[in-house]
């Protein structure tokens, strides 16, 4: 009897603790998805942008064939667009109208006449983007409902737009400018292209100062460094590195890069720099626990057919240690992606309004940009910082996803 009761509690025991571990499972998933249900919720509507197709009479008159940079682009979109509303005649409704496109659509009509300089001379149909707060309108986020003094767009402005929309102009394709526009201080155009190669740059500079020297440090420690006293402390230190909040690094990175050796500021080589101490600290310590866990007998087994302690560790010990490397290196990696404080510290939160071109150039990165919409007081911004978490977050799931999936290819079962 006494041993049936010791058994039913037993089990009622391991029944408890796994009904306990599947309780945090689930309310762990449960956060997630709030998360991630919370972010899609607020930026769903930033994948999308409201646009509407307007004649643009390209008038020699107003762009020199010359020099097709220096035309009138602001006069050529007005026009182009008032003569969607040809009942309006007075100067202070056509200029009300007009701010319904947005301002930046002369620089993508600029743009277009600079890369082809035939279209001077003819009349061409673009596809521009509307106001950020008619974007908001058309999406909903703006109520029509409420009286005028509160909300952005007025009565006639609406009128306007719907007239607009009634001719079949209006239109909402995927917003492919997210991607490929730079920052801008108009929300229907800020984009993350330059954060995107700015988290490239630095995330390529990280890799290759943290990778090798991570392995090298840790194969070393590992595998050929004396016990003592030195290495013992060399130890300690680098799993208490490990611990240190990365604002820490970007003090360090502010005060030695920039300040004494005078790198260029808000630069993605002082960026990666400073991402990569901060994750030498995590590769070496998975590398380590990578290498201890190749059993001995390999070891043994080399040696015994005469290997050098050298062709033990090159040829035998770390190709067997790869998987767990690997994984270590790409974790440290997204880590570094995700971090904000460092590179808030050393400038990579400029406005940056052209995507970066090489390691020395000014830029921002992901974290930065996300940062910085986040303070802006436009209503598109919101949509757009989520929009912009959601695109982080799926790099990050990427970076996991190629960890693991390295880990299972390169695995050895022994």
Not at 247 to 271: C, D, H, I, W, Y
Not at 391 to 410: C, I, Q
Request: proline share 6%; charged share 15%.
């Amino acid at each position: 009897m006494a041993a049936k009761r010791h058994s039913r509690r037993r089990h009622a025991r391991e029944r408890y603790l796994r009904i306990v571990g599947l309780s945090a499972v689930a309310a762990a998933l449960g956060m997630l998805g709030l998360l991630v249900v919370s972010l899609t919720f607020l930026g769903h509507s930033a994948f999308v942008q409201t646009m509407v197709d307007v004649p643009i009479n390209l008038s020699e008159e107003l762009i020199d064939r010359g020099e097709p940079a220096k035309g009138n682009y602001r006069k050529i979109v007005t026009e182009g667009f008032l003569n969607l509303l040809p009942e309006i005649q007075a100067r202070g409704e056509r200029r009300e109208a007009g701010k319904i496109l947005s301002p930046g659509a002369r620089w993508i009509i600029k743009a277009a006449v600079v890369a082809n300089p035939n279209l001077i001379g003819t009349t061409h149909t673009f596809t521009l983007p509307l106001a950020d707060p008619f974007d908001q309108l058309h999406k909903g986020v703006i109520p029509r409902d409420v009286p005028q003094d509160q909300r952005r767009v007025s009565d006639n402005q609406i009128a306007w737009f719907d007239h607009i929309a009634a001719s079949g102009r209006i239109s909402s394709p995927f917003n492919w400018g997210l991607f490929f526009n730079a920052d801008s201080r108009f929300p229907e155009l800020a984009g993350l292209a330059g954060a995107i190669a700015g988290s490239f740059y630095a995330l390529l500079v990280c890799f290759v100062i943290s990778f090798p020297v991570g392995i090298a440090a840790a194969v070393y420690l590992e595998e050929f460094a004396p016990r003592s006293r030195w290495t013992d402390l060399i130890e300690v230190n680098i799993n208490n590195l490990a611990a240190v909040p990365s604002v820490v690094f970007g003090l360090l990175g502010l005060a030695l890069l920039l300040n004494f050796l005078g790198m260029p500021r808000s630069a993605p080589l002082v960026g990666g720099i400073t991402l990569a101490l901060m994750t030498l600290p995590t590769i070496i310590i998975t590398t380590r626990a990578s290498l201890t866990a190749v059993p001995p007998s390999i070891r043994e087994a080399a040696y015994g057919i005469g290997a050098s302690r050298h062709q033990v560790v090159l040829h035998h010990v770390l190709p067997l240690a790869l998987p767990g490397i690997l994984t270590g290196a790409i974790i440290g990696l997204a880590r570094a992606l995700g971090e904000t404080a460092p590179l808030l510290l050393i400038g990579m939160n400029a406005f940056i309004t052209s995507a970066s071109g090489g390691i020395t150039d000014p830029a921002t990165a992901l974290p930065t940009q996300i940062f910085i919409w986040a303070d802006s007081p436009e209503r598109g911004f919101l949509a757009r910082t989520s929009a912009a978490i959601l695109v982080l977050l799926g790099f990050l799931v990427t970076m996991n996803g190629l960890a693991v999936y390295l880990r299972r290819r390169f695995e050895w079962q022994w």
